[in-house]
């Protein structure tokens, strides 16, 4: 049965179905619906939910959290983002699983609480310092943000790494008709390394982040890199539109795919073969699909379409690696690239 549901409370919601018991956040627009359902809610489904003092508090308590075992969440929006990538870095080095929930808004700076998704660069090029990866679901609905939610959580405790679930404010405010799924059985490795007492029935378990011998840091990102590489072999996800006999591409996630759409609609009324590639990875990024259906004889040209002055585009052209021409559509602090835009844009490079 479908019910009608918020994109940040359906967040949150899927979050504690997943089994999460642990929310450290701090309040920030326009995510601010996730931290009060949980509030309200995590309690009585024999959770904990802390308000903390910053940012910096509420990521470093998700890296207690998670080292002693628990499955744990915090959400917030861009420059709260920016705050915890300390954190982050920690845990990616630590090999502790979280769920990070980004609703993007609009920057640089503390920018306006308008939708955006500026935050593409932070997101999939890891963001902190240091050699390390996120994996990135970016959701073009609520159903998909309550899917992606619940499936992160298994995510990150397969391959012990924080997973993040990047949307635009736009996805965190409106409604939609959903239904409750189970997310795709996965066999969870038990959490051996936890920090949790040991009775003295096995050794001391240490969580760390600091390597200082050379030798000893390099062979921890090689182990973090193979494990990298792996989920880029297993995990990569995308859907396509009206594109197997396209020849002009749109490429885009989120709200701006839904755009797309639309744009692809309009075209395919006036004859143009219009179509749509949506990564549904970020991180990791589907080029190798992208490039073959870049290459398809039929295809002469490549739009990315984005709520910023251009991030993702890094990544469709090395996909496309030259074999098409690639432009942009891209609107930022808040503005879409309406389907109008796209449609104009394509005409003219059909022309």
């Known amino acids: 049965m479908k019910e009608l549901w918020k994109g940040n409370e359906a967040v949150a919601e899927a979050a504690m179905r997943a089994g999460c018991r642990y929310f450290f956040g701090y309040p920030i627009t326009p995510q601010n619906e996730i931290p009060e359902y949980l509030a309200k809610h995590m309690p009585a489904r024999g959770g904990v939910f802390v308000q903390a003092e910053s ?8 890296y207690g959290a998670s080292g002693a075992g628990a499955r744990v969440m915090t959400s917030s929006s861009s420059p709260g983002i ?12 630590a090999e502790l699983p979280a769920v990070i929930v980004n609703m993007m808004r609009g920057g640089p700076g503390l920018g306006n609480i308008a939708p955006s998704q ?19 679901l970016a959701p073009a609905s609520i159903q998909e943000a309550a899917d992606f939610t619940q499936e ?13 679930v990047l949307a635009d404010g736009t996805i965190g405010q409106m409604m939609e008709a959903i239904e409750w799924r189970t997310p795709p059985r996965r066999e969870l490795p038990a959490k051996e390394w936890a920090t949790n007492g040991h009775r003295g029935e096995r050794p001391h378990n240490i969580i760390n982040s600091l390597f200082l011998d050379v030798a000893d840091c390099e062979e921890q990102n090689c182990r973090l890199q193979e494990r990298y590489e792996l989920i880029a072999e297993r995990e990569t996800r995308y859907e396509e539109y ?18 797309a759409r639309a744009a692809v609609l ?10 749509l590639f949506r990564p549904i990875t970020l991180w990791p990024f589907p080029e190798v699909a992208l490039h073959a259906r870049a290459a398809m004889p039929s295809m002469k040209a490549v739009i990315a379409a984005e709520m910023s002055t251009g991030q993702m585009i890094d990544d469709v052209k090395l996909a496309v690696n030259g074999i098409r021409p690639v432009y942009l559509v891209g609107r930022s602090g808040g503005a879409m690239p309406m389907p109008m835009e796209l449609v104009e844009l394509a005409l003219e490079v059909l022309a």
């Open 55 to 62: 940012e910096i508090a509420a990521i470093n308590m998700i």
């Open 82 to 93: 920016s705050l915890k990538q300390e954190g982050i870095t920690y845990l990616a080095c």
């Open 118 to 136: 500026a935050d593409y660069y932070q997101a999939t090029r890891g963001g902190g310092n240091g050699d390390y990866r996120t994996i990135v």
């Open 152 to 164: 992160a959580f298994d995510l990150a405790d397969v391959y012990r790494m924080p997973v993040i």
């Open 242 to 259: 009206m594109a197997e006999d396209a020849e002009v591409l749109f490429v885009a996630y989120g709200t701006s795919a839904r755009l």
């Open 266 to 275: 309009k075209l395919r009324a006036q004859g143009v073969k219009a179509g």
